[in-house]
């Protein structure tokens, strides 16, 4: 989550650590090559929420010269990278970035996260959502909770199998804390995510649906039943577990976002974001879960791309139209005045809801 590049050099007693570069706080940096043979030379890849990604020349001891720099998409003039700590339910400290005004106080707000494989969400550049989103005056959170790579193995053991509801936990916890600081308010703060992120984004819709005025969950994971049985979902038990297993079942089925909606409840409106071609988490979750929540008369958005895998988009132009949807439905939902709670939805209600059918 923030680098630190050093020098190791032999003195005969052991090794003399230096500091290469300290990259400020959401600045991500890398050595990509060096030269120990013939020079002290090294390459070094560095980008952040606010700057472009950039390759720089340096020699150890010496000057460091930019070579090339990736085009700027947005105008990062009066926005600052701050990094906090959430306190999760089993006293874990969980980091997490924020990106916008640092005067901004209760306005909309949009959080991502992933949580599994190992994979550690550092800071990135994205025009996306610079132009769609923080030029447009909102906040940006990434949390980096369990189940990634950002403190490595362990951080990913902690959230694996029947752990699992630390990932969602300290998920949680950030939110609470984005609105703990005056950052935004729940009525004002969207979540998104895709993949295993998006089994977040529907974690968070049915466990704790009052954090949150709005919810985008792109080619999730929902239906933790039969998602072994599905396309690639196999492959995937040593994260999750076995639903066959009775043991492994009792766990899953206490946060399989299908198998814990309910028609009573009050959740904020979703998007939903599939492609018909996804090869690996496929479609039948997100239509499924859909057609659920339509069913018990909530508020659900759909959107099914005939083509594009599991990225939802087969181009540049399908992309660009999926972040529009994406970013447009959160502003709309955020941005306009405080809407009070859902109402809640008589059962009696369901049934006739039903055969309005999903928006595709």
Sequence with gaps: MRSRLEVLTPDGSGWRREPLAEPPVGRHSRIVETDPDHSDAYLLDSEGFLQPATLRLGQVGGPVETLKREPAFFNPEGLAVRQFFATSVDGTLVPYFVVGKADATGGPALLTGYGGYE?????????????????????????????????????????????????????????????????????????EGGSNGGLLMGVMLTRYPALFGAVVAHVPLLDMRRYHRLLAGASWMAEYGDPDREEDWAYLREYSPYHNVRAGEAYPPVLFVTSTRDDRVHPAHARKMAARLREYGH??????????????????????????????????????????????????????RAGRGIHR
Excluded: C
């Excluded at 660009?320 to 959160?330: G, I, K, R, S």
């Design 119 to 191: 994979i550690p969400m550092t800071p990135n550049y994205s025009g996306v959502i610079g132009r769609g989103w923080l030029a447009r005056g909102g906040t940006y959170a990434v949390a980096n909770i369990r189940g990634g790579g950002e403190y490595g193995p362990r951080w990913h053991r902690a959230a694996l199998r029947e752990n699992r509801l630390r990932a969602y936990e300290d998920f949680a916890a950030v939110a609470a804390d984005l609105v703990t600081r005056g950052i935004t308010t729940p009525r004002r703060l969207g979540i």
């Design 299 to 352: 508020d659900v958005t759909y959107h099914e791309n005939v083509e594009g895998g599991h990225g939802a988009a087969a181009n540049n132009e399908q992309r660009a139209f999926v972040w529009t949807l994406t970013l447009e439905f959160l502003w709309r939902k955020l941005a306009g005045p405080d809407r009070p709670l859902p109402r809640q939805v008589p059962p009696g209600d369901a049934a006739e």
